[in-house]
């Protein structure tokens, strides 16, 4: 439920309303703009007499929010969110950003080669598995706390941020220590319980989507971690599950149009789970950022025929950079229709 304050109302009338609302046990969402005193009524409404908060001196309108989703709504803030990490980049708003790195970290050596690679493309967001959620027991797992601090290591060696991926609420400790972003993997997008706690922490979020679910559950799953108090979620489309066998799954381009439209978090594409095949992600990672997408995550390894995971659809460092370039070579020429989107790397080289 969204309140608007008249333009005469007094700040008593807004603590009258307010504090009404908070002794029902209501959260409050303050979502004012320059002219206009604004809130969000954050819990059950249907419970709530809408006539009886219109009754309140001040009070100009009452209206409610449709979705199930309010944080994550646009009727509540219109304006794109924009993560800022801490070795500057931006994600959201006018920036395009590029994370790439190797599906799962295996060794220094392994790590540092491809982080090198991609520092001298222009990519200043590295990402790499740690812990795994891997479909077999029987398949290497990560290398799990020691692998997070080697991505620190690495990345602080080439002014990178780390992304990586948490599985459990017990190394939550850990990653708050060592990463810029957390990563949640499509299979644990609705694992509730780590949803919250992610949501008392301050660290950056990336959202997978699970690849058989709707783009409302994956807004209700971004509207666990924003009800914690944690509004930084990056949301990811990775592919979803459908009767198509051709690729490992099936990407939902317009996933990021109905997000652009539902929501002002930032939105980003993963070809490389989507595709399952690298010979596609060029041209996938083309059109995301023709769609509007604000970023890539692209898994890279120098030696994909020897890595431990995901090689079928890692791109090799050279073909990285020939996909950056032909990126670059897009963004001038739609420039004129999405100005509002650089592309980072233009602005590195
Ligand atoms: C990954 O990014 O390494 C990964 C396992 O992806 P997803 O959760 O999308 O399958
Ligand atoms: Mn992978």
New binding site residues.
Partial sequence: MIVQMSKVSTKKDLDNIVSYLTNLGYGIKDASSDNVVLFGVLGDVNLLDIEQVKSFNGVLNVTRISSPYKLASKSLKHEPTIITLKNGVKIGGDDFVMMAGP?SVESEEQLDTIAKALSESGVRVL?G?VF??RTSPYSFQGLGVEGLKLMRKIADKYNMAIIT?LMGVDEIDEFVKYADII?V???NMQNFTLLKEIGKTKLPVML?RGFSNTIEEWLMSAEYIMAGGNESVILCE?GIRTFEKYTRNTLDISAVLAVKELSHLPIII?PS?AAGRWELIEKLSLASYAVGADGLIVEVHHEPEKAFS?GRQSLKPEKYDHMANELRKLSTVLGRDIKWKKFLLSVLV
Avoid: S
Wanted: proline share 7%.
């Fill in positions: 599906c990402r598995g795994k959620p991926e990563q993997g499509a299979r997978k990775r993963d789970h995901d």
